[in-house]
């Protein structure tokens, strides 16, 4: 097919994941020193692996993660470990065989270094010559979604009805908005959940929020955000941010512009803290199929003595 062609980015399927994961982890230290934060373990998975079977679930089977400077373990923890799979099929052991395959059979998973730290924007910058020309979806790993909400599936059917770039968004309490890029935004008619955004702002001062519409960690963008990255200088923080860069999709008009949000109303669990990072082992670890209901009845009765 000719480039003229070709149907509008829009309606092109959406095939590939982004996966920034070039963080210092900083939040962590020093557990994070010499690991990457996206393995510390919910549970009894590193992080990452939630949201690269998220993806994968959603029918992205085209990973693309950005990486930086001590990220080995996460290009380990995707491939084959053929000597712990020996070890553990000569000891008859088919339960954690099948574990610890399931983690390299996840899709196909490529890496991209991001060289410098210059922020969001820039990490997502890094995939476009791997994305190309159709709509991608972005994942962040502080995020994770309950696997029973769709989130992902949800901006997916979103952006193929409606085109641009769709993310998620969260109401959340007033004095958390200078956390979160927040967007202004229209009611669609006839959606109960999606919005159309006219306006984002990175972390803004609590006075200076333009709603309490906070994004979370997920994005399906249309591939022209590219060019925009690409002049977007560095915002909030000193980085290039990739609200700024959606503020001005959503400002524009045109092939690919435009931002549509989507609401969400399900389970998140925030790994991005200390605290969240608890919480969040405590929500996944009750619901765990092997150990939920020991580990339930285990808390109820240390709570109900008084967590002692
Ligand atoms: C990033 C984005 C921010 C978004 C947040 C969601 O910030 O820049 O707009 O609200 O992720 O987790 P970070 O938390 O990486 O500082």
Redesign the pocket.
């Known amino acids: 097919m000719s480039a003229d062609a070709r149907p509008p980015a829009a309606r092109r399927p959406v095939e590939k994941a982004v996966i920034p994961a070039a963080?210092l982890g900083t939040r962590f230290l020093p557990a994070t020193k010499a690991i990457p934060k996206e393995m510390l373990p919910v549970v009894d998975k590193p992080a990452i692996q939630y949201v690269v079977e998220e993806a994968t679930r959603a029918g992205l089977d085209d990973v693309l993660m950005i990486t930086g400077r001590n990220k080995g373990a996460l290009e380990d923890h995707f491939d084959r470990n053929w000597e712990l799979e020996q070890a553990l099929e000569a000891k008859g052991d088919e339960q954690r065989l099948a574990r610890v395959r399931k983690s390299a059979d996840l899709g196909t998973i490529h890496f991209v270094r991001q060289g410098e730290p210059l922020?969001?924007g820039h990490a997502v910058l890094c995939a476009a010559e791997h994305v190309g020309d159709k709509p991608f979806a972005v994942l962040?790993g502080?995020?994770l979604i309950d696997a029973r909400d769709h989130l992902l599936e949800r901006l997916i059917k979103v952006q193929q009805q409606r085109g641009g770039s769709v993310i998620a968004l969260l109401e959340v309490p007033p004095e958390q908005t200078h956390?979160?890029?927040?967007a202004a935004v229209q009611p669609v008619d006839g959606e109960d959940d999606v919005v159309q955004v006219t306006g984002?702002v990175?972390?803004p001062d609590p006075a200076d929020a333009p709603s309490n519409l906070?994004?979370?960690?997920r994005y399906v963008l249309d591939p022209s955000i590219f060019d925009v990255l690409e002049r977007t200088a560095p915002g909030?923080?000193g980085?290039i941010?990739?609200?700024d860069a959606l503020q001005e999709r959503a400002a524009a008009t045109g092939e690919g512009a435009g931002v549509h949000g989507v609401v969400f109303r399900g389970r998140r669990y925030?790994t991005?803290d200390r605290l969240d990072y608890l919480k969040a082992m405590v929500k996944l670890g009750s619901r765990h199929k092997e150990l939920g209901d020991d580990f339930a009845a285990w808390l109820k009765d240390w709570v109900a003595a008084g967590g002692e």
């Open positions: 963080g922020g969001l962040l502080d995020d956390l979160y890029g927040c984002l990175e972390k906070a994004i979370i960690g909030r923080g980085e941010q990739l609200t925030d991005g």
